[in-house]
């Protein structure tokens, strides 16, 4: 697990972030440091077990590797962070993509979690029936393998849930792979900011 905690102030506030199939790659890192600099003690899970991430070109052994090798069983361990973690700070906030992101919405229902962050959670589809305890904020690509606006119709009317559509394909965020778009980007991190800076105030 990848920790990234300023030693030189009392941080209130802890992120979690989930990584895509890949692993713990360029992305992921350089998200955690950008949320460090923000003021969060960041922590970033390796879900694969592996020290070898895999290339984006392996996309799709690295989705059979998840399936058969990790699977959203893990959630328990994410869930298990997120309870210790909760011993420490005051507030708890989970920020997945795509994989990570169907298992950020899985600990919606933890009370533990002051929040989840989920971006293009394609899978979020099976696991419909959750309400969200705390803020939720989910983000879908436009261009998915499933009907998007119909999943977040189903997701309409939960409770502290907002969902979003933002034109762009599964993965628009990660500035490293060939999906990555700087409007949907900037556009999703715009929504991204608002959303944590509400939490802020409910410290």
Not at 107 to 114: K, L
Not at 154 to 164: I, M, V
Not at 171 to 195: H, I, P, R, W
Request: charged share 20%; proline share 1%; glycine share 4%.
């Amino acid at each position: 697990m990848w920790t990234f905690v300023s030693q030189q102030e009392q941080l209130k506030q802890a992120v979690v972030i989930l990584h895509e199939i890949y692993g713990l790659n360029d992305f992921i890192e350089e998200l955690c440091i950008s949320y460090q600099q923000k003021g969060y003690a960041v922590f970033a899970p390796n879900l694969l077990k592996r020290e070898i991430t895999f290339a984006y070109e392996q996309e799709a052994e690295a989705y059979t590797y998840f399936n058969q090798q990790v699977g959203f069983k893990i959630v328990k361990q994410v869930e298990r962070l997120i309870n210790d973690l909760k011993e420490e700070y005051e507030q708890v906030i989970v920020i997945g993509f795509s994989v990570g992101a169907t298992l950020a919405w899985l600990c919606c229902e933890n009370s533990n979690c002051a929040a989840v962050v989920c971006f293009y959670g394609s899978r979020i589809r099976d696991y419909l029936h959750l309400q969200p305890v705390c803020p939720a904020l989910v983000l879908f690509a436009s261009e998915d393998l499933f009907e998007v606006d119909k999943v977040i119709e189903l997701l309409s009317g939960k409770a502290n849930l907002e969902s979003k559509k933002i034109t762009g394909r599964h993965g628009f965020m990660d500035s490293y792979g060939k999906k990555f778009s700087f409007t949907a980007n900037l556009e999703a991190q715009k929504s991204v900011e608002l959303f944590l800076a509400e939490l802020e105030t409910m410290i």
